[in-house]
């Protein structure tokens, strides 16, 4: 025993001077990076210049492609007149009638090229409400030190800073390394599929492939709900971000969603739902996913009833079953849906065809109409189950208007619920984030 402990001992401690050494001997990953030293700018200039940039009145619309298209005009002709030393070094090209596009040759041609964007357009002021502007919507007064008017912020202010910063570099007389696109288009807020979109066309035409696209940003924000169907986008924006992303809702999950479904059912039958029996009956899509995620990680029970071939991911299953092995969860897949919803506390739907799906709709109309929550369905479940449901709904496609509209549906407490939650989601992430 005691050569047993004096063994650990020494292999304790020669692993301590490893790790010791190891840490001592490993260099510092941290880039040293020099202050950049402030470049002398003339505020009052560039910020009468912004003014003036903002009394153009270059509303985009989407019935009219040449609306305002005279105010569009007239600021291309004040961008050349305010900025032109970077006329001088910059080739400009007007697509789609008003979206500019400049190139600025770099010196290095096998450098890969990359684009600032900004965007022209304004949204229109909202009818009635003129008179809650403190000063006129297209003033572009200076007040208290700030630009005021539509525009100023969004996006005038990003596109005359790019042109302010290229007018400065020009008459210093430098020249990018890597050639720089900046792409100001007419129609950002009305989709930008005339000037932007446009642009991209041509960019694939040419044969240019950038390096990276800095575009109009959001605030500085403590965290972000990303909406993106993609799984791997999350997961890039969350690698490169130093605030919390929460996904919004993506292809193979749906995790606020689920978080309030468990939620609401706690506010119904208590904060312990280990053994609660839900049953999910429909397509295996992400809102099933989170909710297999919640039920495993609460010790629920859930089963699945879904056509074959419309099962839930693979890969959920089996790192939800994992984790259920701990918690006591019960998670089954069936194709039968009255079969999974026997003895069932609450049944859950969601429509035939989710997001992104909607091409599909009239063949799943077909595959799914035997998954139907009808009243008849809800009588294999417990007395009084719940019906759920994460909205909108389709009344007579997934579920009988008797049941989402009747007495055990608490489809509104659901969909109030995703407010509460959704702060405290914020909450938690900013806490934890700080
Ligand atoms: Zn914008």
Not at 305 to 322: C, F, H, I, Q, S
Not at 405 to 411: E, L, T, Y
Request: include cysteine; aromatic fraction near 8%.
């Amino acid at each position: 025993m005691r050569k047993l402990l004096a063994l650990i001992g020494i292999v304790v401690v020669a692993l301590a001077v490893v790790v010791g050494a190891k840490t001592l001997l490993t260099p510092s990953r941290q880039l040293d990076i020099a202050a950049v030293t402030p470049v002398p700018v003339d505020a009052a200039a560039a910020a009468g210049r912004l003014g003036q940039a903002v009394r153009f009145k270059t509303i985009s619309t989407f019935d009219d492609e040449n609306a305002n298209g005279a105010e569009f005009e007239a600021l291309h002709a004040f961008l050349q007149a305010s900025f032109p030393k970077a006329h001088g070094v910059l080739q400009r090209e007007t697509i789609g009638k008003y979206a500019l596009l400049y190139t600025w040759p770099g010196t290095d041609p096998k450098a890969q090229p990359y684009a600032l964007m900004a965007h022209q357009d304004v949204v229109p002021i909202a009818p009635g409400t003129e008179a809650d502007w403190q000063q006129p919507p297209f003033s572009g007064a200076l007040r208290d030190g700030f630009v005021w008017g539509r525009g100023s912020w969004d996006d005038k202010g990003n596109l005359m800073s790019i042109m302010e910063a290229v007018e400065l570099l020009a008459s210093a007389g430098f020249q990018p390394r890597q050639t720089i696109h900046l792409i100001f288009g007419h129609d950002e807020e009305i989709s930008g599929r005339r000037g932007a979109a446009q642009i991209a066309k041509l960019f694939k035409e040419r044969g240019i492939h950038l390096q990276f696209v800095l575009d109009e940003g959001l605030l500085i924000t403590d965290g972000l709900l990303a909406g993106l169907s993609r799984p791997a986008a999350l997961i890039e924006l969350a690698a490169h971000s130093s605030v919390p992303v929460i996904n919004g809702l993506s292809e193979l999950s749906h995790p606020c969603q689920g978080l309030t479904d468990y939620f609401t059912l706690r506010e119904k039958v208590g904060p312990d739902l280990r053994g609660f029996h839900i049953a999910y009956v429909g397509d295996g899509n992400n809102t099933c996913h989170s909710l297999i995620f919640g039920a495993a990680k609460l010790g629920a029970k859930i089963t699945i009833g879904a056509p074959a071939g419309y099962e839930p991911d693979a890969e959920v299953l089996r790192r939800a079953r994992r984790e259920a092995r701990v918690t006591g969860a019960k998670i089954d897949v069936l194709h039968d849906p009255f079969e999974a919803v026997t003895g069932a506390q609450a049944v859950y739907t969601d429509v035939w065809a989710s997001m992104g799906f909607e091409a599909e709709t009239e063949r799943r109309r077909e595959i799914f109409s035997p998954f139907r929550v009808t009243k008849k369905l809800m009588t294999a479940a417990q007395r009084g189950a719940f019906f759920m449901h994460c909205l909108p709904a389709h009344r007579g496609d997934e579920v009988e208007a008797a049941v989402i509209d009747g007495r055990n549906s608490i489809v509104y407490d659901q969909a109030e619920n995703r407010l509460h939650t959704q702060k405290a989601i914020l909450l938690v992430l900013i806490q934890a984030n700080q």
